[in-house]
């Protein structure tokens, strides 16, 4: 267990539809990324924020976008979803800029 | 930009053989490097790193060596188990300010009883 927690664990929604992700980092962890997972793309870097503010982005999309709360718990909401975006999306948090530990991942697929 | 390269998959070996997956990067600064791995079903794990030139990650059986001459960080294991099998991710992370993670494609491994 690495002490990431991101809910729901599946999500099953439809074209055009909306979403949110939630990830809570590790205690005392300040930077949370958020990174996507597709058979096409490999693991890619969609966005980092550090105690609170936007550090990198990495490709995310227009329709996607982030933010990370005073309690550092982080959201990701996706947008005018299409097919391709389903795919298994990870949260990470680190302590410095080096190591990241994961969370088990959201897994969303749009029909 | 930077980038990882990992060979591509899948490897499948019989209990006790030895384990290499080969990865090589570019990147334009002094990056960290790492293997992570991620179990059927569940997120990515950290396995090792390595920080600096010549250093040596290791955990659990498994060993990488940071080779900034070769820009390489095999990863080796003298005997896979069975429960081994699992998609294996090598990394790096220029750090500073932006420490995201920039990932090879992934090798799958699997190990026959």
């Known amino acids: 267990d690495s002490g990431v927690t991101q809910t729901p664990k599946h999500l099953i929604t439809a074209t055009g539809q909306r979403v949110t992700l939630r990830c809570s980092p590790r205690?005392?962890?300040?930077?949370v990324y958020w990174y996507q997972q597709s058979l096409d793309q490999g693991l890619q870097f969609l966005i980092q924020?550090?105690?609170?503010?936007?550090?990198a982005k990495g490709n995310i999309l227009e329709r996607f976008s982030a933010q990370q709360f005073p309690d550092l718990h982080s959201e990701l909401n996706l947008s005018s979803l299409e097919l391709g975006d389903s795919a298994l999306y990870f949260c990470?948090?680190?302590?410095?800029?080096?190591?990241?530990?994961f969370g088990p991942g959201t897994r969303l697929t749009v029909l | 930009g930077d980038s990882v390269t990992q060979m591509e998959g899948p490897v499948t070996l019989s209990e006790e053989a030895f384990l290499t997956i080969n990865c090589t990067y570019t990147?334009?600064?002094?990056?960290?490097l790492f293997w992570y791995v991620q179990y059927p079903g569940e997120g990515l794990q950290l396995l090792l790193k390595?920080?600096?030139?010549?250093d040596k990650g290791s955990n659990k059986g498994f060993e990488a060596t940071y080779r900034k001459e070769t820009t390489s960080f095999h990863l080796e294991k003298g005997s896979v188990q069975v429960s081994d099998s699992a998609v294996y991710f090598c990394?790096?992370?220029?750090?500073?300010?932006?420490?995201?993670?920039?990932f090879g494609k992934g090798t799958k491994l699997s190990v026959k009883p």
């Open positions: 990470a948090s680190s302590l410095s800029s080096d190591t990241q530990y």
């Open positions: 205690s005392g962890d300040l930077s």
């Open positions: 924020y550090y105690n609170g503010e936007e550090r």
């Open positions: 990147a334009t600064g002094y990056p960290s």
């Open positions: 390595a920080t600096k030139a010549d």
């Open positions: 990394a790096l992370s220029e750090g500073g300010s932006q420490g995201n993670l920039i």
